[in-house]
C-alpha cells in the first residue's frame, strides 16, 4: 500500500471533519476552527465520506507548478545577465530584465537561478551590516550627509564625488549632486539646492570633514567654526559630527548601494561626464525613492520654510572672514594683496577690521559693518 503525503493544514481538516462525523463538533464550530464557511465545510464532508481522507489532497500535489518557466527562459535569462549584468544584484537584474528585454522574472526566481549559475552569492557568503541605532521618528529631523568618492563613471572619465543628503527617518534621497571633489563651495551649492527644493532640517548629521569640523578650537576664522557650520547657524540648522563611520550608517550603507545601482544606470544611459550625470539624477532619485524609502514613525514634516530673499541666501553660502585694514589702505588675503580704493569712505577704515564675501564665481566683497561693498582697487 502506497503512502499518502499530506500537508499540516489537510491533516487538520480530516481531524475536525472526523468529530464533526461523529457529532462531537458541529458544522458551525468545524468552520470557524478551519477558517471557512459552513457551506465549503458541508462540501468537504461529503467528499470525505464518499472518497475518504485521500480526496483532500490539494489536487495539485505532485504536479508541476502552472508558473514554471522552461528551461530555455532560464537559459536565456542568465545569458542575458552574463552578457549585459554581470554585476548586477537579482533585484536589479530583474529590473533590467523586464525593462529591456521584455522577460519578466521575479527577483527571487532570478536570484535562484543565478546562484545556480554560480554568478551570485547567498547572503549567508556576503558580509552583512547591522544598522546600530533606532531611525529618527520625523522627517525632516535629521538629515545625514556626507561626500562619496568613487569611479562613478568607471574607466570613462577621472574619479569625482557625489554629495549625498538622506533623510534619517525616512531614507529619502533628499539630494545628489556630482562634483570634482568636497569642499566649502561644492556643499555650498549641493545645500542651497536642498533649501530651495525642502526647507530648512532641524539638523544635518556628517563626519568630521574639515568643511564640517574645525580641529583647533582656537581657529581664528569662523570663531573656531567652519564656513559650513556658520552658513548653517545663520539657517538656524544644527551641525552634528559623529564619531565613526558606523555612526552614521544610514549615509553609509546608501553610498554602497549608490556605488552599485548608480554606476550601472550610468553606464547603460552611456553618461560620461558630471554635467549630463546632474541632469540625469532626479529621474533616478525619484525611482529610487519610489522603491526604497521607508514610512517615518511620526507623519510630520519638520523642514521649515526658508524665508530668505536670494541676495541674503548668497550672503549667507560664502566664505566670509575678517581683515585689518593698513597704512596703505590694504590687506593680505588668501595669498594675494588687496588694495581698496582711496575714497572718503576708505579713509576712515585704516586700522578697522573689515569682512571679506568670497563667492564661488571667484568674486570677492569688502564690506563694512555689512555695508555696500568698498571698491577694490588692485589685487595681486
Not at 41 to 47: A, D, F, G, S, Y
Not at 171 to 189: D, I, N, P
Not at 282 to 294: C, E, L, S, T
Amino acid at each position: 500500500m502506497g503512502l499518502i503525503l499530506m500537508s499540516e493544514r489537510e491533516l487538520q481538516r480530516i481531524e475536525v471533519l472526523s468529530k464533526v462525523l461523529e457529532r462531537r463538533m458541529t458544522v458551525v464550530s468545524a468552520a470557524r476552527v478551519l477558517d471557512l464557511t459552513t457551506r465549503q465545510v458541508q462540501r468537504l464532508l461529503k467528499t470525505f465520506q464518499a472518497e475518504g481522507a485521500a480526496a483532500l489532497r490539494h489536487k495539485a500535489r505532485g504536479r508541476p507548478s502552472n508558473h514554471r518557466f522552461n528551461g530555455g527562459v532560464s537559459g536565456l535569462a542568465v545569458q542575458l545577465v552574463r552578457d549585459h549584468y554581470l554585476d548586477f544584484g537579482p533585484t536589479l537584474a530583474a529590473e533590467k530584465l523586464a525593462a529591456n528585454h521584455g522577460l519578466a522574472v521575479s527577483r527571487e526566481t532570478l536570484r535562484k537561478w543565478m546562484a545556480e549559475a554560480g554568478i551570485w552569492l547567498s547572503r549567508k557568503h556576503r558580509r552583512t551590516f547591522h544598522q546600530p541605532r533606532l531611525r529618527r521618528e520625523s522627517y525632516g529631523e535629521l538629515v545625514q550627509i556626507d561626500g562619496s568618492d568613487h569611479r562613478w563613471f568607471e574607466d570613462r572619465t577621472d574619479p569625482c564625488t557625489l554629495l549625498v543628503f538622506i533623510d534619517d527617518a525616512t531614507s529619502t534621497l533628499l539630494q545628489l549632486r556630482f562634483v570634482k571633489s568636497e569642499s566649502t563651495f561644492s556643499y555650498f551649492e549641493a545645500l542651497e539646492l536642498y533649501l530651495k527644493a525642502h526647507g530648512c532640517p532641524v539638523a544635518f548629521y556628517s563626519d568630521k570633514h574639515t568643511v564640517f569640523r574645525v580641529a583647533k578650537a582656537e581657529a581664528r576664522a569662523g570663531r573656531g567654526m567652519t564656513q559650513f557650520g556658520r552658513a548653517l547657524a545663520e539657517l538656524n540648522i544644527e551641525i552634528l559630527c559623529a564619531n565613526s563611520s558606523q555612526a552614521k550608517g544610514r549615509v553609509e550603507r546608501v553610498n554602497r548601494t549608490l556605488q552599485d545601482r548608480l554606476v550601472k544606470e550610468l553606464r547603460l544611459a552611456g553618461i560620461s561626464d558630471i554635467e549630463a550625470a546632474n541632469a540625469f539624477l532626479p529621474a533616478f532619485v525619484a525611482n529610487f525613492n519610489q522603491r526604497f524609502a521607508k514610512v517615518p514613525a511620526r507623519p510630520d514634516n519638520l523642514h521649515r520654510a526658508l524665508n530668505m530673499p536670494p541676495d541674503r541666501l548668497r550672503d549667507v553660502l560664502c566664505k566670509r572672514e575678517q581683515r585689518r585694514v593698513g597704512q596703505q589702505l590694504s590687506f593680505s588675503y588668501e595669498r594675494r594683496q588687496i588694495m581698496l580704493e582711496k575714497n572718503a569712505i576708505s579713509i576712515g577704515l585704516v586700522g578697522q577690521y573689515v569682512d571679506i564675501y568670497e563667492f564661488a564665481d571667484g568674486r570677492v566683497d569688502v564690506r563694512w559693518k555689512a555695508c555696500s561693498p568698498v571698491s577694490i582697487k588692485s589685487s595681486a
